[in-house]
């Protein structure tokens, strides 16, 4: 079914959390593993302005419905950070403007050079440049709608998990919108298809692997998607991405969980940690 962007753009809002009661945090704390996740998860809804910007540089900028689209979206994540950092003030950790500006200076140059790295690849690519970068975004949007989903019902902490749902109900829209788009876009360009298989098997890592150390990144997949339900999450993401025109048999995602060690059988981490609190 097409994505109505009208209807998007119109209804587009901030994740909603003032009715939530977040004193429960103060009686039912969360543990450290996953504050560290939430705090990962935090700096990439932060971060989404610096892929924003360094995507206004590419062919994607020049077509109305994309930078409609991105506009509210880029918005929505902002929202999303914020409602975490609400969550890790709770737990006395501060993610204020300060911390995020420090976490950008620490990129240094990789910050400076993302955007003329995209714009030399726009350039390049041209046309087909606005698939590639259609799937990449479904890739990333259906992660991200999987980890606040898995990690809603691992935690299962009455506030968190009511919180990640409605953050989920958000990445949700965003999956829509990137894969219609990258379905329509991929259908029509074989040149597109095998530019964009080739970057998802060269160069898709989790999203913000680009921003945090690799310890981060193993220490949130392993959190999220260790043990066999989590790599059945893993899978039905990559079988979301291989049903995209000429991404056939690609699997990413299970191939990066695999780069950092994350084990594909037995109980998940939250699990483990549970029946280890409980003996
Ligand atoms: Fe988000
Ligand atoms: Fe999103």
């Not at 975490?84 to 204020?96: E, I, P």
């Not at 958000?170 to 597109?192: C, D, I, N, P």
């Not at 059945?232 to 056939?248: F, Y």
Request: aromatic share 8%; with cysteine.
């Amino acid at each position: 079914m097409a994505f109505d962007i009208d209807k998007y753009t119109a209804n587009s809002t901030a994740v909603g959390w003032d009715d939530l009661d977040f004193d429960e945090f103060n009686r039912n704390p969360l543990p450290a593993g996953t504050l560290r996740t939430l705090r990962y998860m935090c700096d990439v809804e932060y971060h989404t302005v610096c892929y924003l910007r360094d995507l206004l540089t590419t062919p994607s900028h020049k077509e109305p419905e994309i930078g409609a689209f991105m506009t509210m979206w880029n918005r929505e994540e902002f929202w999303h950070g914020e409602a975490l950092a609400a969550v890790l003030n709770k737990h006395g950790m501060s993610v204020d403007f300060d911390e995020l500006k420090a976490t950008r200076i620490k990129l240094g140059w990789k910050d400076r050079l993302d955007p003329i790295k995209q714009s030399l690849m726009g350039g390049l690519v041209g046309h087909d440049f606005v698939a590639v970068h259609m799937a990449w975004g479904a890739a990333n949007e259906w992660s991200a709608n999987a980890a606040y989903i898995r990690l809603a019902k691992q935690e299962n902490h009455p506030v968190l998990a009511e919180l990640l749902k409605r953050i989920a109900a958000q990445e949700t829209k965003h999956v829509a919108f990137y894969a219609s788009q990258a379905r329509e876009r991929l259908a029509g360009s074989k040149k597109a298809q095998v530019i964009a298989r080739f970057a998802l098997r060269k160069f898709w890592a989790p999203v913000g692997s680009g921003i945090s150390s690799e310890a981060e990144v193993a220490h949130v997949m392993g959190e999220l998607f260790a043990g066999t339900e989590g790599r059945k999450l893993i899978r039905d993401i990559d079988s979301h991405i291989a049903k995209l025109p000429g991404m056939e048999g690609l699997t990413i995602v299970e191939n990066a969980l695999e780069g950092f060690g994350i084990p594909a059988e037995g109980p998940g981490r939250e699990e483990s940690r549970r029946v280890a609190v409980a003996a």
